[in-house]
């Protein structure tokens, strides 16, 4: 049985997404064995207890540094013997040992076409702000594993969504939400934990 922990600080619909596909059977053999939100009003944490599903606020705050609070996360997930760390909208840059600790091992989304519109300062409806400022007529989503950088890891999985005209930086989020971020996040987690990805000269290659 593979086991997951997730890392959420909002709403937590791609968490509600790995768990429908780990209900309906579309990711076998995992186990969500927590969510741990950086902020303890995050709807994501009564997702998880509607599930049953161990969550916990470990946040920044907590703690006198970023140092101790990276040392304070790596503990709590080797206690619970991850063997994969997803982010689901979790606002923390994490730090490198943590990153370290855990490499190739910690799974990230964002909303859009990686390398476009990614980086620091590129969160939430700033991607897609940006996108709409820029005209593109294509954006999407990019599962990929974390690295040291910033959306700088391996790339897993893209879907590209069309933008409409009319759109506004909420009616691009939702569809991008809707048509790729809720089905390439539990797709890839599904692959991972079939072993079906291999990780060669930085580039994923799926099995
Ligand atoms: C998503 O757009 C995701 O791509 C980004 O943060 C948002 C999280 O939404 N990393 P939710 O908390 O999963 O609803």
């Known amino acids: 049985m593979f086991k997951i922990g997730v890392l959420v600080s909002g709403g937590g619909t791609n968490l509600q997404a790995i768990i429908d596909r780990i209900e309906d059977g579309t990711i076998k053999n995992a186990k969500i064995v927590t969510v ?20 916990t606020c470990i946040s920044p705050k907590q703690f006198e540094n970023r140092e101790e609070f990276n040392k304070a996360l790596i503990n709590y997930f080797e206690k619970k013997e991850v063997d994969l760390i997803v982010l689901a909208g979790y606002l923390v840059v994490l730090g490198e040992n943590f990153v370290n600790h855990f490499k190739n091992k910690i799974m990230n989304i964002h909303p859009s076409l990686i390398p476009a519109f990614c980086g620091e300062g590129y969160y939430g409806l700033k991607v897609h702000e940006a996108a709409l400022n820029r005209g593109v007529k294509i954006t999407g989503a990019t599962v990929h594993f974390v690295d040291e950088g910033t959306d700088t890891g391996p790339i897993i999985l893209q879907k590209a969504v069309n933008v409409e005209d009319g ?41």
């Not at 079939?194 to 060669?200: Q, R």
């Open 36 to 55: 741990v939100s950086s902020n303890k009003e995050a709807y994501a944490l009564k997702r998880a207890e509607k599930y049953g599903i161990e969550n």
């Open 167 to 207: 759109d506004t930086p909420q009616t691009l989020q939702k569809r991008v939400m809707e048509e790729a971020e809720w089905e390439i996040y539990p797709k890839a987690i599904a692959l991972y934990c079939e072993g079906k990805i291999k990780i060669k000269d930085g580039k994923v290659k799926i099995l």
